[in-house]
T-cell receptor, first 113, second 114 residues
Framework: GENVEQHPSTLSVQEGDSAVIKCTYS??????FPWYKQELGKRPQLIID?????GEKKDQRIAVTLNKTAKHFSLHITETQPEDSAVYFC????????????FGTGTRLQVTL | DSGVTQTPKHLITATGQRVTLRCSPR?????VYWYQQSLDQGLQFLIQ???????AKGNILERFSAQQFPDLHSELNLSSLELGDSALYFC?????????????FGPGTRLTVT
């Protein structure tokens, strides 16, 4: 089955700096890669996703890049703000009616003032 | 608010007991997913139902079972509970049958087994 590894497990940056979280996956047939943000005590929420037919996607201060050859994808947050502090999860899935979304183990991002 | 509701919010029970967690998906969503989130395990996919039928299975224990009813709400039954079953259980829903679209998570049920 799919295996998703996520690094780093914790990340501390100063407000205004950039943050990068990296994930690798094992199933070459995976073609959907979402990122979820989970604030303390709250539910996970999708912040951005990318499909395998594109290499990069941006949404304001957030971007995701995908390298299918190397089987890795990354989340980039620019101009970090205190409200970006949360746990971020990457995930991977393939299309198909029995597909399963496999999550990474999470990165705890702390944005300090 | 995602539109997905889960009850109860908290549940405290003893080892060996059985509990039922309930989830109501967003209006119009046909898929319901169940996840277990432990401190050291991240989000583990348990099972998916689509329009009343089981669609995909993850690392769900035999002591656990689920179903989706005609009104599309779902229940996750956990039996012979062990201390290690203590976790946050999330339900999520989506309009499609594949897991390649956004899933909307409920607020979760925190289960504590003592």
């Amino acid at each position: 089955g799919e295996n998703v590894e996520q690094h780093p497990s914790t990340l501390s940056v100063q407000e205004g700096d950039s943050a990068v979280i990296k994930c690798t996956y094992s199933d070459s047939a995976s073609n959907y890669f979402p990122w979820y943000k989970q604030e303390l005590g709250k539910r996970p929420q999708l912040i951005i996703d990318i499909r395998s037919n594109v290499g990069e996607k941006k949404d304001q201060r957030i971007a995701v890049t995908l390298n299918k050859t190397a089987k890795h994808f990354s989340l980039h947050i620019t101009e970090t703000q205190p409200e970006d502090s949360a746990v971020y999860f990457c995930a991977a899935s393939r299309t198909g009616t029995a597909s399963k979304l496999t999550f990474g183990t999470g990165t705890r991002l702390q944005v300090t003032l | 608010d995602s539109g997905v509701t889960q009850t109860p919010k908290h549940l405290i029970t003893a080892t060996g007991q059985r509990v039922t967690l309930r989830c109501s998906p967003r209006s119009g969503d046909l898929s319901v997913y169940w996840y277990q989130q432990s401190l050291d395990q991240g989000l583990q996919f348990l099972i998916q139902y689509y329009n009343g039928e089981e669609r995909a299975k993850g690392n769900i224990l035999e002591r656990f079972s689920a179903q989706q009813f005609p009104d599309l709400h779902s229940e996750l039954n956990l039996s012979s509970l062990e201390l290690g079953d203590s976790a946050l259980y999330f339900c999520a829903s989506s309009p499609r049958d594949t897991q390649t679209y956004e899933q909307y998570f409920g607020p979760g049920t925190r289960l504590t087994v003592t």
